[in-house]
């Protein structure tokens, strides 16, 4: 056993925020950021100033630069973007073997349609995997307010995995279906888009709770099609994830398309999965436009294919159906 019980490999918000929990549950925790001088700045301040400010990083975490020293750990938290994670894994392959290797990014990869944890297979074939995933902001967790996530992994150690990374404050519900927790937690972002821009170009929430809801049944067409069980859309990572994502401000997916309906410019230096996952959702499905409507109308706006009234009135415009179709 190393001297860290966690390993977190990315600095972002939701990597430190994870960390913290980490720590506050009495683990040691060794986080990585690939920055030295970020590294330097958060071991130096004990407070990741730039992405996570006002919140002090416990004794029991330390940071570093050096991939190694986090890699050392049993159990290693993957919270680098889901396009940036296959880099990660090819890089520095032989220090993360052997580790479980926790996917905990939402995406789909640009270029391959694979969702994250496929994403670590494919680039480290034989590796343990797990996804944790759910309705849960940085700011909440880092805080010490209750948050439930899913983890899903068909590893025969799941409930050893998940007595080992719950908290006080961070309930954890096992799921044995990585496949449909992954497309929920990729999907919702996608429509939490979708609802900003309806809020942003001043819709009304009636239209976004449509949106909302019709966007919900492309995520468990598409899950269902791929063989994902349909009762995984209805918990924590499906459903959950898409009421919290749809809903708040602090979604950064969902202040993107707030900022675009209402004709503003997004925010600079933010990570927002769900432009890719649209983007790559709709290239991995020939008949994106007729199964999966509010995604591939995302997409077509983000591409500046359609305007804002175009997207409405094509939307609008749809033969009328069966709800359950």
């Given at each position: ?48 100033v ?8 416990p ?47 939402k ?16 680039a ?77 170009a ?20 598409l ?8 009762a ?68 077509a ?25």
């Amino acid at each position: 056993m190393s001297a860290e019980q966690i390993g977190v490999i990315g600095a972002g918000a939701f990597g430190t925020a994870l960390a913290i929990a980490q720590a506050q549950a009495g683990r040691r925790v060794a986080l990585w950021a690939r920055n030295r001088e970020q590294a330097a700045d958060m071991a130096a301040r004990r407070e990741n100033v730039a992405r996570l400010p006002g919140v002090a990083l416990p004794d029991s975490i330390t940071i570093s630069d050096d991939i190694t020293r986090a890699t050392a750990a049993p159990v290693l938290l993957l919270t680098v973007p889901t396009q940036a994670l296959r880099g990660l894994v090819e890089a520095h392959a032989g220090a993360l073997a052997g580790s479980v290797l926790v996917v905990c990014c939402k995406g789909v990869e640009r270029g391959t349609g694979l969702l994250p944890a496929q994403v670590v297979a494919d680039a480290l074939p034989g590796a343990t995997t797990a996804v944790l995933t759910g309705p849960s902001f940085a700011a909440d967790i880092a805080a010490g307010k209750p948050t439930a996530l899913t983890l899903a992994t068909a590893a025969p150690e799941a409930a050893t995995l998940q007595l080992g990374l719950a908290g006080p404050c961070l309930r954890l519900y096992l799921s044995d279906d990585p496949l449909g927790a992954q497309l929920g937690g990729a999907l919702k972002n996608v429509i939490a888009i979708a609802a900003g821009l309806a809020i942003g170009a001043g819709l009304g929430e009636s239209a976004r709770a449509a949106l909302m809801t019709r966007g919900f049944a492309e995520i468990a067409r598409l899950a269902e099609a791929r063989g994902a069980q349909a009762a995984t859309l209805w918990g924590l990572s499906g459903l959950g994830d898409l009421v919290l994502t749809c809903t708040s401000e602090k979604s950064r997916n969902y202040r993107h398309g707030l900022a675009l309906g209402a004709g503003r410019a997004p925010e600079d230096g933010q990570t927002v999965e769900g432009v890719m996952t649209a983007h790559a959702i709709v290239e991995a499905n020939a008949d994106a436009g007729e199964v999966l409507p509010v995604t591939a109308m995302v997409s077509a706006f983000l591409h500046g294919e359609v305007g804002m009234d175009e997207a409405i009135q094509l939307l609008l415009s749809r033969p009328l159906r069966h709800e359950l179709e």
